[in-house]
């Protein structure tokens, strides 16, 4: 059976899109449980047996069956559009990953950039819901955000240039064929620093501690979203989080060879997804150590380390793969 | 030299950068109790605090004058909640100042263990609750708090053990304690203390070697000497700002010269230094509860008759000030007494009134995210600010 190209990507689109919410509801348990083991605790036990693992659908249903309150003096129209506007993109990234090769919704020859462009567009639902809300926790929480958001897109987008450079290709199938010999976070110097460079970005980028200022709810309550509550705080909950899942994808596809593993072909998807796992674990990991850092010093490490040193980084490769070609190492 | 017009609020004609003018409180999660502090941003910079207090005002002052010298200890407990043996301490100390009343040695060696235990407790819950402002309920100072509030829970079962209670005691009474220890205490009370002590290493290491730490301690919230005298703060405050002052040390009392411990002195004032000071006063509390342990005398626990009525202790006319330095500071009770079984007036010196002062003289010039990094640095406890 052959279907017309368009109505194949609508299926993919939609299988995508199921599987990555069911996939973002687990990962929040797993966040969960992970913590709880770092701070000698046992976790969500009691909703599901064993090991609750019926605790996201418990919370899902919670939320939805939650009052929604709308402050009197928000401005209403941004503050209802705000949570969509942030989700959209952040389920969009997806679009453009391909889980197994010709597994996947849209393999673009510009799937990095695709990727980078949109997913940088949340900033603009963040800032609705900060200013939309008319609070003054979540005015200054949307300014913060929009400093952070733009001093991070850099580092993010250079670092994730850096295999990009490495593959000579934008699409994202080319790249992990490029890494059939050598997984680009093995690559001598280059890879492992822009590795590097890419999970602290990620971390600001998806403002996880330590660089959670948006949140920051010891001073800000919570942030741009202190006004939310109900199935607008669950949408934009889910938009953090897929695009946590979705960044953790981009770098196991970048650095950890996607799909490639041992094993049958068919194993691929699920190496991908452990991979990914692996990566959210990681930044998880660092979620859980460490305290949060202030705003000057969030912009200083961004301006003064991280953007200087991953532009370098991208010249430096450059400059390399001018003289050796593109391609594995 | 101090500006205390630093604190006035913006004024309505206004003319230079635009400012902001933000709630911290009364009901707000970096708010160790309820407190409400009025900031003036410009940007994402303080540049002015106006602190409100009293809303957790129990008019613990007047109370006392209706409850006689054997029913207040326990009440007394309930002034600063974190560290309750502290105030009874004072409480008591002051009313057998003005009875002249002798206490017996093993009454005086339980009272220092019980008070540097609960220093232990007090400490280790503002470690967790000060990390948790700067790391984020949803990140690395949950982490820390979580394994304090593990630790904190040890010491809450001795002292179940011990009276029965886990947080407000009444184990002081006029003349001695009202317990003795149970059989095997002791033994629990040393295994318990050998393990805080190992962990307090692990809570260095998870925050000494940490960059982000001390980016966000180190400079921050800077008490000069000078301030500190000023300003009349006490406890870690003090010496984190270079002052040698230790009432255990200082003026001892209930046989605290009987011990060989140290107190600790920082001079860099800034919350870096109040943690430093903080972390060395749980390594000597452990020593001196160690020794009290293995020097504590046979003998009564109280110099008085068993209490058959709640006005058998009576005092003569007179007035005595009872100062003890508790967790935060200087924790004092002065009393007047008429001669009947009730104080004519009792007044308290709650050590996180005086430190919480210092507030609006070190906070502007600092960062939104500094203000709860000073503020947890400075452990006030609002039940003692307000009584």
Redesign the interface.
């Known amino acids: 059976m052959t279907l017309p190209p368009l109505a194949w990507h609508a299926l993919m689109a939609f299988i995508v899109l199921n599987a990555i919410l069911g996939l973002v509801a687990y990962v929040t348990l797993l966040e969960r449980k992970f913590a709880a083991r770092m701070q000698s605790r046992i976790g969500p036990y009691y909703v599901g047996r064993p090991h609750g693992w019926l605790q996201p659908i418990a919370d899902a249903l919670k939320l939805m069956l939650k009052e929604d309150v709308v402050p009197t003096s928000a401005d209403r129209g941004v503050y209802n559009l705000a949570p969509i506007v942030f989700l959209v993109p952040c389920i969009l990234i997806y679009a453009t990953i391909p889980f197994a090769p010709e597994l996947g919704v849209a393999d673009l020859n510009i799937g990095v950039l695709f990727f980078l462009a949109v997913s940088s567009l949340e900033i603009v639902g963040l800032f609705m819901g900060g200013w939309g809300s008319n609070n003054k926790y979540a005015l200054l929480s949307a300014m913060r955000a929009v400093n952070q958001i733009i001093s991070y897109d850099l580092p993010f987008i250079f670092a994730a240039l850096v295999p990009v450079l490495l593959a000579g290709s934008l699409q994202m199938s080319a790249i992990v064929a490029a890494q059939q010999g050598l997984w680009f976070v093995a690559y001598p110097v280059f890879g492992q620093l822009a590795f590097v460079a890419f999970v602290v970005a990620t971390l600001a980028a998806e403002n996880r501690v330590p660089f959670d200022i948006l949140e920051a709810e010891s001073e800000l309550v919570a942030g741009f979203r202190v006004e939310y509550s109900g199935m607008k705080f669950a949408l934009i909950q889910l938009g953090e989080y897929a695009h946590m899942l979705g960044t953790s994808f981009l770098g196991a596809l970048l650095f950890l060879g996607g799909w490639l593993g041992p094993g049958p072909a068919w194993l691929g998807p699920l190496w991908f997804l452990v991979k990914a796992v692996l990566v959210f674990l990681l930044v998880t990991w660092v979620r859980w150590s460490f305290v949060r850092i202030r705003v000057d010093q969030i912009l200083a490490i961004s301006w003064k380390l991280l953007v200087p040193a991953s532009i370098l980084l991208l010249l430096a490769t450059g400059l390399w793969v001018a003289t050796r070609g593109a391609g594995a190492g | 030299m101090l500006d205390v017009n630093n604190t006035t609020r913006v004024e309505m004609d206004w003319s230079g950068p635009e400012r902001?003018q933000?709630n911290?409180g009364p009901q707000?999660?970096?708010a160790h109790g309820v407190f409400r502090a009025i900031v003036t941003?410009e940007?994402?910079t303080v540049v002015a605090v106006d602190a409100v207090i009293g809303y957790l005002h129990r008019c613990h002052e007047k109370l006392s004058e209706t409850l006689t010298y054997a029913q207040y200890p326990s009440i007394a407990s309930k002034t600063d909640y974190v560290a309750a043996m502290t105030s009874e301490f004072a409480y008591v100390l002051a009313a057998e100042e003005i009875g002249k009343f002798e206490v017996p040695k093993r009454a005086q060696y339980l009272r220092v263990i019980v008070a540097e235990l609960q220093r232990i407790a007090s400490h280790l819950l503002w470690l967790g609750t000060w990390?948790?402002?700067?790391?984020?309920?949803?990140?690395?100072?949950?982490?820390i708090f979580?394994?304090c509030i593990?630790e904190r829970e040890l010491v809450l079962d001795l002292f179940e053990s011990l009276v029965g209670a886990r947080l407000l005691y009444g184990f002081f009474q006029v003349g001695g304690t009202r317990y003795d220890i149970p059989d095997g205490w002791a033994q629990a009370c040393r295994e318990t203390i050998a393990l805080i002590d190992s962990r307090i290493d692990e809570y260095e290491q998870?925050l000494e070697d940490?960059a982000?730490?001390l980016?966000?301690t180190q400079g921050v919230g800077t008490v000069s000497r000078e301030l500190a005298q000023d300003v009349g703060i006490a406890g870690p405050l003090l010496r984190g700002s270079g002052v040698d002052f230790d009432i255990r040390k200082n003026v001892p009392y209930s046989s605290y010269g009987d011990f060989d411990f140290t107190v600790p002195v920082e001079t860099a004032g800034d919350c870096y230094a109040r943690y430093k000071v903080r972390m060395a006063e749980f390594r000597q509390a452990i020593a001196i509860v160690r020794q009290a342990l293995d020097k504590l005398p046979a003998g009564p626990i109280s110099s008085r008759p068993a209490l058959k009525s709640v006005a058998q202790i009576r005092i003569p006319k007179g007035e005595a000030y009872g100062r003890v330095e508790g967790p935060r500071g200087e924790v004092g009770s002065y009393i007047i007494s008429d001669g009947s079984a009730k104080p004519y007036r009792m007044k308290w010196r709650g050590a996180s009134f005086s430190n919480l002062s210092i507030l609006p003289l070190i906070i502007p010039g600092h960062?939104?995210?500094?203000?709860?990094a000073i503020m947890g640095s400075v452990d006030p406890v609002f039940g003692e600010v307000d009584r």
């Open positions: 902001l933000m911290m707000h999660p970096s941003l940007g994402e990390c948790m402002d700067m790391g984020g309920a949803l990140g690395g100072g949950a982490t979580l394994y593990r998870m940490n982000f730490f980016a966000r960062k939104v995210a500094d203000v709860v």
